[in-house]
Each structure stands twice: as C-alpha cells, then as structure tokens.
C-alpha cells in the first residue's frame, strides 16, 4: 500500500470512503465539497492521508494540527475521518494509515493528539487503542448548535 498525501484528483475516491463511514450524510452536489477539499489541501495545517493500492483509495486519515500558546508552544493535532474501505479491514491499512498521520503530527511537533469517535463499538475502541490511544487520558465533551424550529 502506497500512503501520500491526498491530492485534487482524490476526491471521488474520498468521498466514497466516507460514504461508508457516514452512510447518512446528505450528497453535496453544489461545489461546496470541492471547495472545501481545496482548502484543506493548501493549507499547511490541515493533513489528508489516504492509503492507495492499485490506484485506488482504500483508507484515509485526516490530521488538523492546531497551533497552540500553551505546552512551550507546541501544537496539537486532532484526528477525524479515519476509514477503511469495508471489504478491506482487518488487514492492517487502517493502522498503516493512522501511523503515517501520527508520525506526521511528532515530526511537526505536536505534544498530543487526540480523537473522539462516535462509536460504541469495541472493535473500535481496541483499534484506537492499538494505535497508542488512550481513554483514560481526557473526558470528551461535544457542542451542536441548537435545531431550528
């Protein structure tokens, strides 16, 4: 498996991927996902990953490394999206994947990263801890703005 940086041409293939990590999610169809694509790539801060054999997209991990005033003015990084195509977990790209994004964030720097998942799974739970995370370290909170009536 061949791990880069993701690059203009990639996005079908992401996005298929996170069809499958996010089944529910609405289509966007309107320019705002290519948009948004091109500012994650130009920006140093932001980091999408994607695992590729035979050159297709199997698995993606995405680092945003915050700039940071505290911790001798080190950065951290916060992990999203990290998703393997279905028929091709287990098989340890996943974790090639994660690691290449977690060497990323201690080359550039960062004294932590950190993820939250939704999943109540354990096989999830286990494959984050696999990859050197801890559930003991911090307590998650999450905001959402409020529906509109």
Request: hydrophobic share 35%; aromatic share 10%.
């Amino acid at each position: 498996m061949l791990i880069r940086d993701a690059e203009e041409r990639d996005l079908p293939g992401i996005l298929s991927l996170y069809a499958e990590l996010n089944p529910d999610d609405a289509v966007v169809d309107d320019g705002r996902d290519s948009e948004t694509f091109g500012k994650i790539l130009s920006s140093d801060f932001l980091k999408l990953f994607v695992g590729m054999i035979d050159e297709q997209i199997i698995s993606t991990c995405y680092l945003n490394i915050i700039p940071n005033l505290s911790r001798d003015v080190s950065p951290y990084g916060i992990v999203e999206n990290v998703v393997t195509r279905h028929d091709l977990r287990n098989q340890g790209y996943g974790s090639a994947v994660f690691g290449h994004a977690l060497r990323h964030a201690w080359g550039v720097g960062c004294y932590k990263v950190m993820l939250q998942t939704g999943s109540k799974r354990e096989s999830t739970h286990n494959f984050y801890k696999s990859c050197g995370f801890s559930a003991d370290d911090k307590f998650a909170f999450v905001a959402r703005p409020p529906q509109h009536m």
